[in-house]
């Protein structure tokens, strides 16, 4: 390289201080989710709101972990999540393929443009429609309700990316494959899905943090307590008469850190995954 | 051997190809048959509704009424005294959403990009805002902002910046500016992992020519950068001024879209004509419209990209 | 790695596929000779409320063995938009607590059951105050029962008037609006408290207007209003003295500047924190200002005057729906509800019972406020209650011109009114 040493140096420099900058930006909130949830009500609700903790004190989470249905809302959200990455995936792989390899068919391109067009119909519009097929279906106040729709939701951007993804491979595969005698979901399994892990890795993580996030139709599709989702559980304790900030901290840091966790495990598939899908548009 | 295998197979592919061609298509329609059949059933059949009910006179509590009014509803819509504020509203949301959004997830991921020590953490550390729910994210974001407990308006008070505290999500002039912001945080680390996934794929000794030539690290950025990630980058910025537009729960939970209206975008008011005015009619009617806005939007653009490239791209 | 993945991909796709399954097959549940009864409260977690209603219902279940209670426990807003859907959707629950203004939308839309030969038959019945009965009453049938009164009193911090010089709360507008002042320079706290949004700033509104001898809409006909503020410029001058009366609240720095977009969580909590003197509000501050420790010292008196004396009658219903498969075990549900026990525990002071009193300073603080209660006009008031809102806020927020706000709550009443059927026939044909 021709460029000097000092530039370099400015150049590194000058990055430290942009990544520092951004991670104080991202962080702080949950700085100051934690530090809100590790406070005692009256340090919490004073007007002199401070970094150091005088008392500090596990209440707030022992409280929202024994007394409230924090840990319901989280099972809840984890099997709807789960539930609905796995069938938005499933279905998404099988359009996806059809959407890389047949796209000279008028039905397959018709499906391509319904699913962009769906992504521009705003959900609340279709809320009391949806209420009414919901009930219409018995799926009202069940899981199968919020599986269906984030589902419906997740999948058009789940076959877009995983679509350029499998565009991606090369058509001689399969035709050998496929000499092989092998059926095409045969060689979805065996030959296209072993390639794309990572796709599929960044599309389930999308899908599952959709799922793991929405609020309006776990807020009006569930009524029973038992069955209800961390998002709109969440909002529930902003309660009755005064909003106990401290409950709703520590409820937000038990909520986050599992899924972060999870994506600092899996973040190197996530920019893999994009890549691939990214680039290609 | 090999090569009259090959010859065989041509051949038998040459003449088996019509019906080959109606077994893919039977198979490529089967792939997207579950598909198009949950989006049938939650999207169409609702939009069709939704689209039916505009013209009525629909009340969510006398469902009995229900007469044929023409485009009465749509007359109200556009009317009615805030709808021009929500509009405007939305335009500002979306496209201040998506400025800040890029620009900041533009930069990172160019930082990211460099070959630095603690990278893996850094980029951890970014990610973080995307996968807080909305909700958490508002609600931590109204904690910070409160004009009495908020740790921001403490630390401004302070630094001497505000005289007292403000309440940011409570005046017309920041409501909507702040919560955009709280926006921008949490959506900008998808554009940053997207844009940082692209900028890995150029291929460095573009760069490296470059800089023999005595080009210098900005007209690197606009010379090669940027039009490298341009597909990249319309892609993103299409789907987030779609996903922008029509969300719903950001506003709704930090202000409802109040102090009055000052914060409404047109979904807001879809939920209030909905929810709250129980008014069905006018909420399909705005609803109707403002797809109706995107879809011509999105054709405008279509055909732009289609004259300006021949026929040569599609989507 | 990529095998370990693959093989979780494939038993994550399997699980939920077997859990959708065995989902499907579950029968339906409350099948069986069991009834349930859906009943929706919005308690709160740990209050009085929710301590004693379970209890209550224990009881009730052990006495009905037949009878199980399944109790879903939400916010107000989020009751409201559930209440609505699921009436839509024709599935309802059996019982629901309520805000008052829903009344008259809930009935409009013949959701209600109608209670009256239950109420008939109920021994207790004479124990109800009956002006409340009264307001639950549409042509001569009871549509809800009430749950609790929700009057409205003057709550002061008698530390910060003290440290003030003040002797006393004051007991009309104007003395309020001169005590600003004082208290703010000799104590650096705000005077008084209001709420700019949320279901709190209509409440405090009305209560003002009836301060002021207004009425929302008078009732014209039978079943028809109309807001006559427009044709009445006696009226209109005393609307615009009331929204007056917010701006001067506000720059006389009578009230804090944010209170303007406070909902109802901040203004509570800040009362009971002493970080302003004096606010009109209800008993449930008892909870609030308890938990938060900090006032030793309050003091209850009637709201502020001005025309006259009023206060705001909050009337929060139970709703039995007319849907319900089993209207006689609601309604003995509801009898347990309004039973003693509950009625001593959790709403002591504030019972729409005439035998629970209480005693203290709660007690005698809203003691005869019930009688100079205003109540919304029973029409439909989704719109309407966010015009009150919004003619708070162009006021205080935008700084419109009085006049123009009152004029303009008054046109936009009547188009609510007329939008569903309710405006009166003169109304109507002046247009």
């Known amino acids: 390289m021709v460029e000097s040493k000092r530039s370099k140096l400015v150049q590194k420099l000058l990055t430290y201080v942009v990544l520092v900058a951004f991670s104080l930006f991202c962080l702080f909130p949950f700085l100051w989710m934690v530090i809100t949830a590790l406070k005692p009500t009256d340090e919490v609700r004073s007007t002199r709101p401070s970094f150091f903790i005088e008392n500090p004190t596990f209440d707030n989470f022992l409280h929202v972990f024994w007394n409230t249905g924090f840990l319901t809302y989280f099972k809840n959200s984890l099997f709807v999540g789960v539930a609905a990455t796995a069938l938005s995936l499933l279905i998404s792989v099988l359009s996806a393929y059809a959407l890389s390899r047949f796209m000279r068919f008028r039905g397959v391109k018709l499906v391509s443009v319904t699913m962009i067009l769906s992504q521009m119909v705003p959900p609340v519009l279709l809320l009391i429609p949806l209420y009414i097929i919901m009930m219409q279906l018995g799926f009202l106040n069940t899981h199968i309700s919020l599986l269906v729709a984030y589902t419906t939701f997740t999948i058009p951007l789940c076959t877009f990316m995983l679509t350029s993804f499998f565009s991606s491979i090369p058509i001689e595969l399969e035709e050998a494959a496929e000499m092989d005698g092998c059926s095409k979901i045969g060689l979805i399994c065996r030959v296209i899905l072993p390639i794309s892990i990572p796709g599929l890795v960044s599309t389930s993580l999308f899908a599952f943090v959709n799922a793991w996030n929405e609020f309006m139709f776990g807020y009006v599709f569930i009524n029973d307590d038992s069955l209800r989702t961390l998002t709109p559980g969440l909002s529930l304790f902003k309660g009755l008469y005064t909003t106990d900030w401290g409950s709703i901290m520590s409820a937000s840091v038990m909520s986050v850190l599992p899924v972060v966790i999870l994506f600092l495990y899996l973040q190197k598939y996530l920019v893999e995954g994009v890549t691939a899908g990214a680039v290609k548009g | 051997m090999r090569v009259s295998v090959e010859k065989d197979a041509e051949s038998l592919s040459r003449k088996r190809r019509p019906t080959r061609e109606v077994k893919a298509k039977q198979i490529a329609y089967m792939f997207v048959l579950p598909a198009f059949l949950f989006f049938l059933v939650i999207v169409a059949y609702p939009l069709v509704s939704v689209i039916w009910d505009s013209f009525h006179d629909k009340n969510l509590l006398n469902t009995g009424d229900g007469r044929f009014v023409g485009l009465a509803n749509y007359v109200e819509v556009i009317r009615s005294e805030y709808f021009v504020q929500a509009f405007v509203n939305t335009g500002i949301w979306t496209i201040v959403s998506v400025a800040g959004e890029y620009i900041l997830g533009i930069v990172a991921a160019l930082a990211l990009a460099q070959r630095i020590r603690g990278r893996a953490i850094f980029r951890g550390i970014i990610i973080i805002p995307w996968i807080v729910p909305v909700v958490v994210a508002g609600l931590t974001w109204t904690w910070m902002l409160t004009p009495d407990y908020g740790v921001l308006n403490s630390w401004l008070v302070k630094l001497g910046l505000l005289d007292e505290p403000y309440y940011f999500l409570g005046e017309p002039d920041t409501a909507l500016l702040s919560i955009i912001i709280v926006n921008i945080w949490r959506s900008f680390p998808f554009y940053t992992i997207t844009l940082l996934a692209a900028l890995q794929s150029i291929p460095r000794d573009i760069y490296e020519a470059a800089a023999l030539d005595g080009i210098g690290p900005v007209g690197r950025f606009f010379k090669i950068t940027l039009p490298q990630l341009k597909s990249v980058s319309i892609v993103l910025i299409m789907i987030h001024i779609i996903w922008t537009a029509i969300n719903f729960d950001f506003i709704w939970v930090m202000t409802e879209g109040g102090p009055v209206h000052s914060s409404e975008t047109l979904p807001i008011m879809i939920y209030r004509f909905a929810m709250q005015e129980l008014n069905i009619g006018l909420a399909s009617a705005l609803a109707s419209l403002m797809l109706a806005f995107m879809i011509i939007g999105f054709m405008m653009y279509y055909l732009y990209i289609q004259r300006k490239s021949g026929n040569r791209g599609g989507m | ?431």
């Open chain 3, 1 to 431: 790695m990529k095998k370990c993945l693959t093989l979780l991909m494939c038993s994550m796709i399997i699980a939920s596929l077997l859990a959708a399954c065995s989902r499907n097959g579950e029968p339906v549940s409350g099948s069986g000779d069991q009834i349930i009864l859906d009943f929706w409260t919005a308690w709160g977690p740990g209050s009085k409320e929710e301590e004693i209603g379970l209890k209550v219902i224990e009881t009730f279940e052990k006495e009905n063995p037949d009878i199980k209670v399944n109790v879903q426990v939400m916010t107000f807003d989020m009751l409201y938009d559930n209440i609505i859907t699921s009436i839509n959707a024709g599935n309802a629950p059996d019982i629901s607590w309520g805000l008052g203004e829903w009344f008259s939308d809930l009935n409009h839309a013949d959701a209600l059951l109608d209670l009256t030969p239950y109420f008939h038959e109920w021994e207790e019945k004479d124990l109800i105050y009956d002006n409340v009965i009264e307001a639950l009453t549409v042509n001569g049938k009871l549509k809800a029962l009430p749950n609790y009164l929700g009057n409205r009193a003057l709550l002061y911090n008698k530390d910060i008037l003290h440290e003030a010089g003040l002797d006393g709360p004051p007991e009309t507008w104007d003395e309020l609006l001169a005590m600003g002042p004082i208290i703010k320079k000799k104590t650096g706290k705000y005077a008084f408290g209001i709420s700019g949004t949320g279901v709190r700033a209509p409440q405090e509104l009305i209560m003002y207007l009836a301060q002021n001898d207004l009425e929302l809409a008078v009732q014209a006909e039978e079943g028809k209003f109309k807001n006559t503020w427009n044709e009445n410029p006696d009226e209109l001058e005393r609307a615009t003295e009331v929204f007056r009366f917010y701006n001067d609240l506000l720059e006389e720095g009578v009230i804090d500047p944010n209170g303007r977009s406070w909902g109802h969580q901040e203004e509570d909590t800040n009362f009971s924190l002493g970080q302003y003197a004096m606010v009109v509000n209800g008993t449930w501050m008892e909870d609030t200002i308890d938990e938060a420790g900090v006032i030793d010292n309050l003091g209850i008196a009637p709201p502020p005057k001005n025309a006259s004396e009023a206060t705001y009658l909050e009337i929060s219903p139970y709703y039995i729906f007319k849907d319900t498969d089993h209207p006689e075990e609601a309604w003995e549900l509801m009898k347990a509800m309004l039973g003693d026990e509950y009625q001593q525990g959790a709403n002591l002071y504030k019972s729409p019972r005439i035998d629970v009193k209480g005693e203290g300073l709660w007690a005698e603080g809203y003691d005869g406020l019930t009688e100079i209660g205003a109540v919304f006009p029973q029409v439909s008031l989704g719109k309407i209650t966010n015009d009150m809102t919004d003619a708070v806020g162009r006021v205080l927020l935008l700084e419109e011109n009085p006049e123009k706000t009152a004029s303009w709550l008054g046109e936009e009443i009547n188009k609510s009114l007329e939008a569903n059927g309710q405006l009166s026939e003169d109304a109507v044909r002046s247009k």
